[in-house]
């Protein structure tokens, strides 16, 4: 499904979702509009797509899917987030709490920590960042010091330009995630 570059071969890869701020930024691209039908979608929590687990490069070895995201609620809430994204393919949920008055923070820097402890053990040849903040940017430069690739996946609409430049390789959701409409939605 998603194309890596014919020159990455035998690659194993991690892929690091900020799925928090991937479903606002979807959320605000539907608008009232539904989701695809193959779309995974509970608003402000997270937004996946099973296809999306798919490479259509046989010879990367997708090792790890790490899921970022905060809800509100009890634990039996997070719990059921965490069931629910398992049951999409993703193999490591991180699934914080999240209150009304502190937001989310713990997402953007585990993310950050899991992400640059995995490339310093060499445990990936390229990760896969799910996300467009321009306070990635860091981020992707020490990943790429440790001699790993980075590629960023993101709405081509609300990616930093910044980010998009300190990444290895780009590709735009929007086809998967938005379908056939996906200009339409992001006029």
């Known amino acids: ?9 035998d690659a194993r890869v991690m892929v690091f979702i900020d799925g928090e701020n991937l479903a606002i930024r979807y959320g605000a691209i539907l608008g009232g509009s539904q989701a695809l039908p193959q779309v995974r979608y509970e608003k402000g929590v997270y937004v996946w797509a099973p296809l999306l687990n798919t490479p259509n490069h046989r010879t990367c070895d997708t090792i790890r899917r790490h ?8 634990d039996e809430v997070r719990q059921k ?10 193999e490591a949920p991180r699934v914080f709490r999240k209150d009304k008055t502190r937001g989310s923070k713990r997402v953007d820097i585990s993310l950050a920590v899991e992400m640059l402890t995995h ?10 960042l799910v996300a467009g903040d321009e306070g990635y940017v860091p981020l992707v ?32 959701v929007s086809k998967v995630l938005l379908g056939e409409h996906a200009d339409r939605h992001l006029k």
């Open 81 to 90: 987030t965490h069931d629910d994204l398992k049951a999409i393919g993703i």
């Open 67 to 74: 899921y970022y995201t905060a809800v509100q609620g009890s």
């Open 1 to 9: 499904m998603y194309p890596f570059p014919e020159h990455i071969k």
């Open 119 to 128: 490339a310093h053990r060499r445990n990936y040849d390229l990760a896969v």
């Open 141 to 172: 430069e020490a990943v790429a010091s440790e001699g790993r690739r980075v590629a960023v996946w993101f709405f081509e609409h609300g990616l930093s330009p910044q980010l998009r430049n300190a990444a290895d390789h780009f590709f735009d």
